[in-house]
């Protein structure tokens, strides 16, 4: 079946980066762009970003631009997301999520996120 | 401060309709198109509605969808318990040049 399997909590000092990947299995990986979509503890979905598999077209959201780095293997159906410099305000849940056509920003396949705690 | 707002809360007892809403502006939903998000407490959101009215396969017509100028209302007819979650609605925002979530409504079952 379509999924997006994400890699596992992670557990940062402030300062450093983390990298969450995202597998794409059930479905044609460079046929659908990823988003990427954090929720900080008790609070709503932010839009971070999103890439195109096949093109490796990538757009930022204004937030994190400078601090985001996204890219894909398309040999292992695999998309990256790396966020450097963390705070503690980038403590949260971050999932990827399938679009279901060319940005058409309609997120029809949701991994099950990957916790990721910034603290000293 | 999300571009969409929506109401913080939202209850009705099971069988009762309850709509759930979503203020936005131009350059959001005034121009484009909205989707809606259920999620389980510690779990990832899910696709309920999308391109204003449009259900996916396997979501209940009990859900319904609308769009009028910069707001869109997301209903439920017919509450049932297992629709207590958060709702979140979504556009397209131009000045974000990206999507933007709206607050998330909680909704409860009385």
């Known amino acids: 079946q379509v999924q997006l399997v994400q890699s596992g909590a992670e557990v940062k000092k402030p300062g450093a980066s983390v990298e969450v990947s995202c597998k794409a299995s059930?479905?044609?990986?460079?046929?659908?762009?990823i988003h990427w979509v954090r929720q900080a503890p008790g609070h709503g979905l932010e839009w971070m970003g999103i890439i195109d598999p096949r093109g490796g077209t990538i757009s930022y959201g204004q937030k994190l631009q400078g601090r985001l780095t996204m890219s894909r293997d398309t040999s292992t159906s695999t998309v990256y997301m790396e966020l450097s410099s963390l705070r503690s305000e980038d403590s949260a849940v971050y999932y990827c999520?399938?679009?279901?056509?060319?940005?058409?920003?309609?997120?029809?396949?949701w991994g099950k996120g990957t916790a990721v705690a910034v603290s000293s | 401060q999300s571009a969409l707002t929506q109401p913080p809360s939202a209850s009705g007892t099971p069988g009762q309709r309850v709509t759930i809403s979503c203020s936005g502006s131009a350059s959001n939903i005034g121009s484009y198109t909205v989707n809606w998000y259920k999620q389980l407490p510690g779990t990832a959101p899910k696709l309920l509605i999308y391109?204003?009215?449009q259900r996916p396969s396997g979501v209940p017509d009990r859900f319904s969808g609308s769009k009028s100028g910069t707001s869109a209302s997301l209903a439920f007819s017919g509450l049932q318990s297992e629709d207590e979650a958060d709702y979140y609605c979504?556009?397209?925002?131009?000045?974000?040049?990206?999507?933007?979530f709206g607050g998330g409504t909680k909704l409860t079952v009385l």
């Open positions: 999520a399938r679009d279901t056509g060319s940005g058409s920003y309609i997120l029809d396949v």
């Open positions: 979504a556009s397209w925002d131009d000045s974000l040049n990206g999507p933007v």
């Open positions: 059930g479905y044609t990986f460079t046929s659908y762009y």
């Open positions: 391109s204003n009215n």
